[in-house]
């Protein structure tokens, strides 16, 4: 674990962050971050298990450090998807909660496209979101209560980010 207004933050190429409630950070520490990405590096952030509150606070979160840029859906033909040296994730599953009458709730698994977000800087995303679980199933929990991807593709997609990270700067 490492504060965003922590020194050491330097000493890391990749940050990771997820959550399920609503957060604040100081403009000292939106400034930090906003360094340390400038430096190349890189934030991969979740809602663990589609959490709303998280989902929220980290648009708004993006929307202090960065006022001029906007999270963007990432297209499913870039390289983050589809590099021949990166896990090709143009289709993936995901974990869905359905309604199944009377006020019951069922698990089902769909398969599409990833819906991952970013903001790009000089041709490079430095933030890459997903409002939807990745680090759950990443510890291999599979609750149909988690709207999220499932264990293997989260797997994937965060091999893909940190890939991305790494050979991308």
Do not use: W
């Amino acid at each position: 674990t490492v504060l965003l207004s922590d020194k050491s933050l330097f000493d890391y190429s990749m940050l990771v962050m997820h959550g399920r409630h609503q957060f604040t950070t100081t403009a000292a520490e939106r400034e930090q971050l906003r360094e340390y990405l400038g430096r190349g590096r890189l934030l991969m952030a979740d809602a663990c298990c589609g959490a709303r509150q998280f989902d929220g606070a980290f648009r708004e979160f993006m929307k202090q450090l960065y006022p001029d840029r906007k999270l963007q859906r990432i297209p499913v033909d870039h390289e983050l998807f589809t590099d021949e040296n990166m896990h090709d994730l143009r289709q993936v599953e995901r974990r869905v909660a359905v309604e199944a009458g009377n006020a019951t709730i069922e698990g089902g698994v769909v398969r599409g496209e990833p819906f991952l977000e970013g903001i790009e800087i000089d041709g490079r995303y430095v933030v890459i979101y997903s409002k939807y679980d990745i680090s759950c199933a990443l510890e291999r929990q599979a609750s149909i209560a988690c709207t999220g991807y499932v264990t293997d593709d989260a797997v994937r997609i965060a091999v893909n980010i940190l890939l991305y990270s790494m050979l991308r700067k």
